[in-house]
DNA sequence: GTAGCGGTGCTTTTT
DNA sequence: GCACCGCTAC
């Protein structure tokens, strides 16, 4: 193997051996490098790839991870374990179920799912004498005491005070709702976690994840909550071969229960830790990070350690003042058409935002202009309505009593609404041949019996003789149709949609494995023309953690959307937004642009715009001083926009820096 | 009991 | 843009 691309520590790392590791350095400082090279350089070293496990905060991630490992040294990198704690505690559950008295038929419930079952327990408990929050507040509550291991009424009185009174009727429905899951054989997101901590204390498990893995990685691991680094504890061999990878910068999931403390007090709980720090970074050019050295200085605590690279710039990172949105928009574009003439490929530019909506109208401008994009983060594909109805029929056939697909499909036939479709659920969960014949006499006399019963036919059928998934698909597909067609008005824009998933369902053998595939690791969403394989990318930033492009435009950055204005009064959450806009800036390779629209419309709908202020972390002088301001103005000739210094709130800037880098034409030169 | 309409109210981040 | 609620007509 070669090794001459990496630095003095990061050598050090890489030829670690044995005992706990502490890898803690600056955003691209070459951690996620370092992991690579250290899968690669143990399998070398005749290490066995089933002896190593892997975590890292997406599978992609981890499959990337994996992936040039493999053409570092070897393929067999390929095969070391890899995915995320979700997917690793899944494979847990899998081999274990039978410890918790579980079948081997269960499922795992999404996030919309797991409210739908909670706001079915929910209806058996609104009375008009006390408020209850909504499914997805109740979801919220649940899920974040779990993470954070916080008790809900203070949680409560912290953040839903007009709620404190309804803590019993609250309680009661997680009890409920905990009951409802074993019964249907169905883990949420939050049980996989908390179901493969109680695994790792039997012995038999206990002995089978040691003597599988002897050495475990973890990347990213700032973003790991109590309970992640619980499993991980207990994990180890006693040896304690684990190395953990991260940077307290960047903690941006605090959300989900994620705290630095684990970085932080990582020696203490490993005795005899080797930290290594990485200090130099290779991503950015200089005035990025001392635009990015200069933002986290705000930062309460003090972890802030100074960034440096040997890549020199004179170009400082814009900061651009528009109109409105639709003027970023239209801007960012023209930018974008700028620059693929200069030869750069759309894949080396991304576009940042605090909120996946953010985009709306840049979206609408990027298909105006024909240019392809992905966008990642925000709302899933199989989170439109229309996937999810195909999906719920596979659900059903792989776990027939899961009653929040069944309820999904049921409700999709005219005739049935509510009250048929929870009188159907009662019986539903314990079905058999004889108990369909009778439920189905029932409805003998209705309109929709023809409907139910075919619908009831095919999948005793499909439960009794297993087809493969494409030809399930097939059967489900024309099944749905005219369901799909009757429902959306738009169904053939959506039609599309169906066609990937298509696509996506032929890839697997089995049916279990493509309904958990894609539940452990959402599609985010898929190309606006899948034909290109190269692509623009519109993520938010949480979901930009870990990447890197030449050319990064930071959208809608004001007050109230980064930092969010529900992290207004809390300081915890404002640091945490702070953290995020380090992230965004240190993505950025070349080139950072960050925008700042002078209105907001208030909803996508409505006409009327409030005027923004500029985001609190981009206030001071000495920040600002750092980047170069403009405003962005309409040529009324060319039709074209353009960067002007006519700024009002800050110093402007000497003229011929300006007219050098602000016409769209002119290309920033770096000394590289 | 169901379907469909219009009005209202609000939008973080993810496995 | 979308989910949720209340109302009304079948
Ligand atoms: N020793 C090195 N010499 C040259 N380039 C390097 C070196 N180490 C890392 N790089 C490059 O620096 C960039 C950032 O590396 P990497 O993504 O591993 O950083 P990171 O620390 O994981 O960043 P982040 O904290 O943002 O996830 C990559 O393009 C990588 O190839």
């Known amino acids: 193997m070669d090794f001459s691309t990496l630095n003095t520590n990061q050598l050090k790392a890489v030829m670690f051996n044995n005992g706990p590791a502490l890898i803690i350095a600056g955003a691209g400082s070459g951690k996620t490098k370092t992991l690579v090279y250290r899968v690669a350089r143990l399998i070398d070293d005749g290490i066995s790839p089933n002896s190593i496990l892997l975590l890292s905060f997406t599978r992609k991630a981890a499959n990337e991870i994996l992936t040039r490992a493999s053409k570092l040294s070897n393929p067999k990198c390929q095969y070391v374990s890899g995915g995320t704690f979700h997917s690793f505690c899944h494979s847990l559950i899998k081999r274990f179920h039978h410890l918790i008295n579980y079948s081997n038929s269960f499922s795992i419930f999404d996030r919309s799912e797991s409210e739908d079952l909670i706001n079915l327990i929910r209806k058996d408990y609104v009375s008009s004498t006390i408020d209850l929050p909504n499914k997805s507040t109740l979801s919220?509550?649940?899920?974040?005491?779990?993470?954070?291991?916080?008790?809900?009424?203070?949680?409560?009185?912290?953040?839903?005070?007009?709620?404190?009174?309804a803590i019993e009727l609250i309680t009661t429905i997680f009890n409920q709702y905990k009951i409802r899951k074993m019964e249907l054989s169905v883990f949420d997101y939050d049980d996989l976690l908390s179901f493969s901590k109680l695994l790792l204390t039997h012995k038999e498990v206990q002995d089978f994840v040691q003597n599988s893995y002897r050495y475990v990685m973890i990347d990213e691991y700032q973003d790991t909550n109590n309970i992640q680094a619980d499993i991980v504890s207990n994990l180890l061999t006693k040896e304690q071969n684990i190395m953990a990878v991260g940077d307290d910068c960047q903690s941006i999931y605090s959300f989900r229960g994620a705290n630095i403390s684990h970085i932080l007090n990582f020696s203490e709980q490993f005795?005899?830790?080797?930290?290594?720090?990485?200090?130099?970074?290779?991503?950015?050019?200089?005035?990025?990070?001392?635009?990015?050295?200069?933002?986290?200085?705000?930062?309460?605590?003090?972890?802030?350690k100074s960034l440096y690279s040997d890549f020199k710039s004179t170009q400082k990172p814009f900061y651009?003042?528009?109109?409105?949105?639709?003027?970023?928009?239209?801007?960012?574009?023209?930018?974008?058409?700028?620059?693929?003439?200069?030869?750069?490929?759309?894949?080396?530019?991304?576009?940042?935002?605090?909120?996946?909506?953010?985009?709306?109208?840049?979206?609408?401008?990027?298909?105006?202009?024909?240019?392809?994009?992905?966008?990642?983060?925000?709302?899933?594909?199989?989170?439109?309505?229309?996937?999810?109805?195909i999906m719920a029929y596979f659900k059903i056939i792989s776990n027939s009593k899961d009653i929040i697909s069944w309820s999904r499909v049921l409700m999709l036939i005219e005739g049935v609404g509510p009250k048929t479709v929870s009188e159907l659920l009662n019986i539903i969960p314990n079905l058999n041949n004889q108990s369909i014949n009778q439920l189905l006499n029932k409805y003998k006399s209705k309109k929709f019996f023809s409907e139910l019963n075919k619908l009831f036919t095919f999948f005793n059928n499909s439960i009794k003789s297993p087809a493969s998934v494409t030809e399930l698909f097939e059967k489900v597909f024309d099944l749905n149709l005219p369901y799909f067609e009757k429902k959306y008005d738009d169904y053939l824009k959506r039609s599309l949609d169906l066609n990937n998933l298509k696509t996506i369902a032929s890839r697997y053998t089995l049916l279990e494995d493509f309904i958990t595939e894609l539940t452990l690791d959402p599609i985010d969403s898929l190309s606006t023309n899948p034909n290109d394989n190269s692509v623009l990318t519109l993520t938010t930033i949480h979901s930009a953690k870990g990447l890197e492009w030449n050319t990064v435009f930071i959208i809608s950055i004001i007050d109230g959307y980064l930092p969010s204005s529900k992290s207004f009064d809390n300081n915890e959450k404002e640091q945490e937004e702070l953290r995020l806009l380090y992230v965004a800036i240190t993505r950025a390779k070349l080139n950072l642009f960050i925008f700042k629209p002078q209105q907001t419309k208030s909803f996508s709908s409505s006409t009327n715009s409030m005027t923004t202020q500029h985001s609190r972390f981009l206030m001071e002088d000495k920040t600002l001083n750092l980047m170069e301001t403009s405003f962005i103005e309409e040529d009324y000739q060319t039709g074209l926009l353009e960067l002007n210094s006519s700024f009002e709130t800050y110093p402007k800037l000497n003229f011929d820096q300006l007219s050098n880098s602000t016409k769209p034409s002119t290309s920033i030169k770096y000394n590289l």
């Open 320 to 389: 651009i003042e528009s109109k409105n949105e639709w003027d970023q928009a239209k801007f960012i574009v023209q930018k974008i058409q700028d620059l693929l003439i200069q030869g750069t490929s759309l894949s080396d530019i991304a576009v940042l935002m605090r909120s996946s909506w953010h985009s709306n109208d840049l979206e609408i401008e990027l298909k105006k202009s024909d240019i392809p994009f992905i966008k990642v983060g925000g709302s899933k594909f199989i989170e439109a309505s229309h996937i999810k109805d």
């Open 140 to 165: 919220n509550l649940l899920s974040h005491c779990f993470n954070t291991e916080s008790s809900l009424e203070s949680y409560l009185i912290d953040n839903y005070p007009q709620f404190v009174n």
């Open 271 to 304: 005795k005899n830790t080797t930290i290594i720090k990485l200090e130099q970074n290779y991503r950015s050019v200089q005035p990025i990070l001392d635009l990015s050295n200069e933002v986290i200085k705000f930062h309460s605590s003090a972890i802030s």
